[in-house]
């Protein structure tokens, strides 16, 4: 009934055209399309009904974010609510967590630092405490679409208690520049500077690992997700012109040399398609069986997304090396997909060790 | 053959070490080395500078102004080019037209256009593909129709290259519609400036703009422009995609690949160590080099062959397989390389005044997109399926 509603949202009123124009925008998405999918519930789907959602679980996150992938919707319900929303329901910043349901509010998250480390577990940005009040003092990288939002988290240490902090700060904090950049899939991400930029403490100081971890589950989930529902869209244009051009006489389909690899690749998205089933299955089950789960589902996603990505255009020739054409667009963001939250090789690895 | 440098090939090799260190501008080879684009004013000041030095028609037989380099001579001068960023010699008039007017053309073309591809004052551009025949080459059907001393052109070409900048292009034509495909194809010269002419830009799904299509509408062009024979043209084609396929081996390229991809990973971190140290990553870097190292070899032992032979053959399709594959497997490797940083699609960080944030490395700002053009090496030239099929036909025999 959901994937029904956002497929008919995304067939009338989320035209590709509109999508690519605003990925190049200075936002970097519309917020008119991200206030519609609020108000046709796609957040609220994304949360437990204790803190004003009405689903939650690992399948409401696949099933939105499946269907969001096949319309390539551009908008960042996962980066500005899904992952955020997440952690501030569980530091009991309801009214907040209401806001970002209703697409009132958006937060971003920042938790990379420079290195272009996939890493997030041991930030240098680093909080003092004068009083009760808290100031940040650090550099962020890749904060996705904190450009325009309301919130930024950010991770930290503190001087006093070892481990790591998450903080709420307000966009137009003291201290704090944004500097947006274009990200190559469309849309965009920030720089952040922090200096001495006043921020609320989220949750017990030194004691947020699990959280963040549990946060980045659910993102990593949803990325699979939206994976999946890219690679469906590429797997049928890639069919449908496989019927229709022809070269040498015939359809392209008709050569059996590209039949079996049209056939391969259909293999590796069941095969990654199971892989999103077993991690929306685990999102609830203890952290390192989720974890176990999770990173095998980014590692398959990783692996198989890149894969279908290159086939696909090499199997459309010319035409799906366009910007006119459809194809590479959704290829671009198949391929980045394994850029966040860590890509193939990091959860290859941390299945492994797990 | 002998895989090992003798001492006149490496004296060579510093002879152009010097001359590059001397002659490329910075600048430049900044921006070859971070894959953006090589403006019009570049490439032909660089042809300017390797023409002065006599070096722009290498690969030319000695009695048309070429050098006489032995295939490793040819295969060192392209591997410093590319590891100093040199721009690359653009192929479609140089290393494309040119052979095939030197081996079909008249006495009267060559003398006026092979000199004015050395001297700049022509840049050509292919007229191959249409949107009908792309590995089906032999299907195209833009026409030609002779009427008194000129030949009529009606139809279509595509995937032009920097077909922008161009002022000449080299067409294939059908001009005969009733025999086998192949049969009736014709190869003619055509100025772009002739009225009917109209050049459209593709863009690239990476943002680019280096491809073109272009539309003929009773486009008169003088029957001297035809190259060779009426209805000969499929034969010449062949013979010009098998030396664009020539050097398509992209061995010098790649190296230069490698070598930023080593430096790279030393600065890149992962789990807080440098990414060099990451086993994973460290083996899938060694399979590329090893890769790399046999296809030098390859490349060498195929280009022997050239030489002692009738000129390229069907073993260009193994070096444009391999050779493509490679190349794009090390623009796979540097986008995994950069992590988060791969995101960033920040190529104005080139351009003066820029006071932006400097997401990754500086030379790898333009690095993702680069990936995704570089979907295009397997496609372009004969796709790599059609290579697999001339080698099937033609080396296997099945």
Redesign the interface.
């Known amino acids: 009934m959901l994937a029904d509603m956002i497929g008919k949202f995304i067939q009338n009123d989320y035209p590709l055209k509109a999508r690519i124009t605003a990925g190049s925008s200075a936002l970097g998405y519309c917020t008119a399309a991200y206030s519609t999918m609020a108000q046709l519930g796609l957040i609220g789907a994304l949360f437990e009904e204790e803190v004003g959602g009405f689903g939650g679980s690992g399948f409401d996150i696949a099933t939105v974010f499946t269907e969001l992938g096949k319309g390539l919707v551009l908008e960042p319900l996962n980066d500005t609510a899904l992952t955020t929303g997440y952690i501030l329901a569980q530091t009991d910043q309801l009214e907040l967590v209401e806001q970002i349901v209703l697409g009132e509010k958006r937060v971003a998250l920042g938790l990379?630092e420079n290195?272009?480390?996939?890493?997030w577990s041991?930030p240098e940005t680093l909080a003092r405490q004068t009083g009760a009040a808290w100031q940040l003092n650090g550099v962020k990288?890749?904060v996705k679409f904190a450009h325009g939002a309301d919130a930024l988290i950010v991770s930290a240490q503190t001087q006093s208690t070892p481990g790591i902090s998450l903080f709420l700060i307000e966009a137009a904090a003291a201290g704090l520049a944004e500097?947006?950049?274009?990200?190559?899939?469309g849309g965009n991400?920030?720089?952040i500077t922090l200096h001495n930029t006043p921020a609320q403490l989220l949750a017990v100081e030194g004691a947020a690992y699990p959280l963040i971890d549990a946060a980045a589950a659910r993102a990593t989930l949803a990325l699979c997700a939206e994976a999946l529902g890219l690679m469906e869209r590429i797997k049928d244009m890639t069919i449908d012109y496989m019927r229709t051009r022809?070269?040498?006489?015939s359809e392209l389909g008709k050569f059996q040399?590209?039949q079996h690899r049209v056939a391969q690749m259909l293999l590796e998205i069941e095969q990654a398609k199971s892989a999103v089933i077993n991690a929306a299955n685990d999102l609830q089950a203890p952290t390192d069986e989720r974890n176990r789960a999770i990173s095998a589902a980014k590692y398959s996603i990783g692996r198989i997304g890149?894969a279908v990505a290159?086939e696909a255009?090499?199997l459309h020739?010319?035409i799906?090396?366009?910007?006119?054409y459809d194809l590479?667009?959704f290829?671009?963001r198949l391929?980045?997909i394994?850029?966040?939250w860590g890509?193939q090789?990091?959860h290859?690895?941390r299945f492994a060790q797990s | 053959m002998d895989l090992n440098f003798t001492e006149a090939d490496q004296a060579f090799r510093q002879e152009v070490i010097e001359f590059l260190r001397v002659e490329l501008p910075a600048d430049i080879s900044r921006r070859v080395h971070a894959d953006l684009p090589v403006s019009k004013e570049d490439t032909e000041f660089w042809h300017a500078v390797l023409h002065k030095r006599g070096w722009l028609t290498y690969n030319w037989p000695k009695s048309f102004g070429g050098i006489g380099w032995s295939p490793v001579q040819q295969f060192i001068f392209e591997e410093e080019c590319a590891a100093a960023g040199a721009p690359r010699i653009l192929p479609f008039g140089l290393k494309m037209l040119a052979p095939v007017l030197i081996a079909f053309g008249s006495k009267e073309q060559q003398e006026h256009w092979l000199p004015r591809m050395c001297d700049g004052t022509d840049w050509w551009c292919q007229g191959y593909s249409e949107p009908g025949s792309g590995s089906d080459l032999a299907s195209l059907k833009t026409t030609a129709v002779k009427q008194g001393d000129h030949y009529v052109i009606n139809g279509q070409k595509t995937w032009t290259t920097l077909g922008q900048y161009a002022n000449m292009i080299f067409c294939l034509v059908r001009t005969d519609g009733d025999c086998k495909p192949q049969a009736g194809i014709s190869f003619i010269l055509v100025d772009l400036a002739t009225p009917g002419i109209e050049m459209r830009p593709i863009r690239t799904l990476d943002g680019g703009q280096e491809v073109n299509e272009v539309f003929f509408t009773d486009v008169r062009v003088p029957a001297s422009n035809l190259v060779g024979e009426e209805n000969k043209g499929w034969t010449y084609a062949k013979y010009l995609l098998a030396h664009e396929r020539n050097g398509i081996a992209n061995v010098g390229i790649s190296g230069q690949k490698l070598a930023r991809l080593k430096r790279l990973s030393l600065t890149q971190k992962r789990n807080g160590k440098p990414l060099a140290d990451d086993p994973l990553f460290a083996a899938r870097l060694a399979r590329l080099e090893i890769e790399l190292h046999n296809l030098e070899t390859t490349n060498l032992r195929v280009l022997d062959g050239f030489s002692k032979g009738a000129g390229p053959g069907p073993e260009s399709s193994m070096l444009k397989i391999i050779g493509s594959e490679l190349e794009q497997n090390f623009d796979d490797l540097t986008r995994r390389a950069l992590g988060r940083h791969a995101q960033a699609h920040t190529p104005q960080v080139f351009e003066p005044g820029y006071n932006g944030p400097q997401v990754a490395p500086q030379d790898m700002a333009n690095q993702s997109a680069a990936y995704f053009n570089k979907r295009k090496v397997s496609i372009y030239g004969g796709s790599n399926e059609i290579q697999k099929n001339i080698i099937t036909k033609m080396i296997l025999g099945l």
């Open positions: 990379i290195g272009a480390d996939y890493d041991a990288t890749c500097h947006p950049f274009q990200t190559v899939d991400a920030c720089e022809k070269q040498f006489g040399a590209l890149c290159e255009i090499q020739g010319g799906g090396m366009t910007w006119e590479g667009h290829a671009k391929v980045m394994d850029h966040e890509d090789d990091f290859m690895m």
